[in-house]
Nanobody
Framework: QVQLVESGGGLVQAGGSLRLSCAAS????????MGWYRQAPGKPRELVAS???????NYADAVKGRFTISRDNAKNTVYLQMNNLKPEDTAVYFC??????????WGQGTQVTVSS
């Protein structure tokens, strides 16, 4: 049974920082891409950032220059460092890990709230 466990969400003032972590437990074979998504109330889930097994990264335009995604392959863990947070970053953040066979595992989500 594979589970992704996220941590690090919370309430922060605009301009502040948070670091999200997502660790996979159980037997997860050959993780390829790891990523973070977010979903604000009344909006569809959107990609925030992703990172391949080789370390190539991709960011949504809204977070470029403020967020940094990284991964620790030995620990099957992905991180999202979020700096200069804005109220529009408020959402539930989900991590996703995709295997080489194309299967997605999702975390349960962690709430990030940025006050103005």
């Amino acid at each position: 049974q594979v589970q992704l466990v996220e941590s690090g969400g919370g309430l922060v003032q605009a301009g502040g920082s948070l670091r999200l972590s997502c660790a996979a437990s159980g037997s997860i074979f050959s993780i390829n891409a790891m990523g973070w998504y977010r979903q604000a109330p009344g909006k569809p889930r959107e990609l925030v950032a992703s990172i391949t097994s080789g370390g190539s990264t991709n960011y949504a335009d809204a977070v470029k220059g403020r967020f940094t995604i990284s991964r620790d392959n030995a620990k099957n863990t992905v991180y999202l460092q979020m700096n200069n947070l804005k109220p529009e970053d408020t959402a539930v953040y989900f991590c996703c890990m995709t295997t080489l066979l194309g299967y997605d595992y999702w975390g349960q989500g962690t709430q990030v709230t940025v006050s103005s």
